[in-house]
T-cell receptor
Framework: LAKTTQPISMDSYEGQEVNITCSHNNIATNDYITWYQQFPSQGPRFIIQGYKTKVTNEVASLFIPADRKSSTLSLPRVSLSDTAVYYCLVGETYNFNKFYFGSGTKLNVKP | DGGITQSPKYLFRKEGQNVTLSCEQNLNHDAMYWYRQDPGQGLRLIYYSQIVNDFQKGDIAEGYSVSREKKESFPLTVTSAQKNPTAFYLC?????????FGQGTRLTVV
C-alpha cells in the first residue's frame, strides 16, 4: 500500500478556506485517494474520494494533479465544528483488504 | 436504523483479566476490522475479516483474539497477554472502498 505523508497540524480561522495536502509518491495505477474526518472519541467518517483531477461534494473538494503523487483536501469557509483530525488514505479499488490510517492532520479552527 | 454498534462505550479491566469488546453491524457488509487508537495517534489495525469464519492478523495482533462466526458480529478479546491495553478501540466495516466506523469502546486497565 502506498505510504502517505500529511502535516501533523494546521490552524485556521472561521470563514477561511483550508487546504490540507497529502503526499503519496508511491501511488499505484489502481489506487484511489480517500479522506476521512475524525472528531474526538468518535470513529472516522468518509468525506470524499477521487482518482484524478477534481472531485467536489457538499462538504469538500479534492484536487489531484496529473501525476497523482499528491492530493489536496479543500474545506471551504470552515467553522469551529470542522475542528477535527483529517486522514488521507490510498488504496486499490475493490481490494481494500486493509485501511491504513496514519497520524492524520489535526485541524484547529479558531474563532 | 442501520449501522455499527460497539458495546460497551466504556470498559474497565483489572490487570490479568481477559475482556471482550462487542461489534455488531446490520449493514450486510462482508469485511470487518478492529483498530486501536492511542491518545493523539492514528489508527492501528489489529485484526480484519473479509468473510465469515475467516480473519487475518493486522499490524498489532499480539495479545488480541477475534472470531467471526456470523456476518453481523466480530468480537474482539483483549487477553492478559496484551501488556498495554488501555486505548480507544474502533470497529469498522467496508463496502467497496469506503469504511464505516462504530462509536468506539474506551478500555481502561485499573
Amino acid at each position: 500500500l502506498a505510504k502517505t505523508t500529511q502535516p501533523i497540524s494546521m490552524d485556521s480561522y472561521e470563514g477561511q478556506e483550508v487546504n490540507i495536502t497529502c503526499s503519496h509518491n508511491n501511488i499505484a495505477t489502481n489506487d484511489y485517494i480517500t479522506w476521512y474526518q475524525q472528531f474526538p472519541s468518535q470513529g472516522p467518517r468518509f468525506i470524499i474520494q477521487g482518482y484524478k483531477t477534481k472531485v467536489t461534494n457538499e462538504v469538500a473538494s479534492l484536487f489531484i494533479p496529473a501525476d497523482r503523487k499528491s492530493s489536496t483536501l479543500s474545506l471551504p469557509r470552515v467553522s469551529l465544528s470542522d475542528t477535527a483530525v483529517y486522514y488521507c488514505l490510498v488504496g486499490e479499488t475493490y481490494n481494500f483488504n486493509k485501511f491504513y490510517f496514519g497520524s492524520g492532520t489535526k485541524l484547529n479552527v479558531k474563532p | 436504523d442501520g449501522g455499527i454498534t460497539q458495546s460497551p462505550k466504556y470498559l474497565f479491566r483489572k490487570e490479568g483479566q481477559n475482556v471482550t469488546l462487542s461489534c455488531e453491524q446490520n449493514l450486510n457488509h462482508d469485511a470487518m476490522y478492529w483498530y486501536r487508537q492511542d491518545p493523539g495517534q492514528g489508527l492501528r489495525l489489529i485484526y480484519y475479516s473479509q468473510i465469515v469464519n475467516d480473519f487475518q492478523k493486522g499490524d498489532i495482533a499480539e495479545g488480541y483474539s477475534v472470531s467471526r462466526e456470523k456476518k453481523e458480529s466480530f468480537p474482539l478479546t483483549v487477553t492478559s497477554a496484551q501488556k498495554n491495553p488501555t486505548a480507544f478501540y474502533l470497529c469498522a466495516t467496508r463496502q467497496n472502498t469506503e469504511a464505516f466506523f462504530g462509536q468506539g469502546t474506551r478500555l481502561t486497565v485499573v
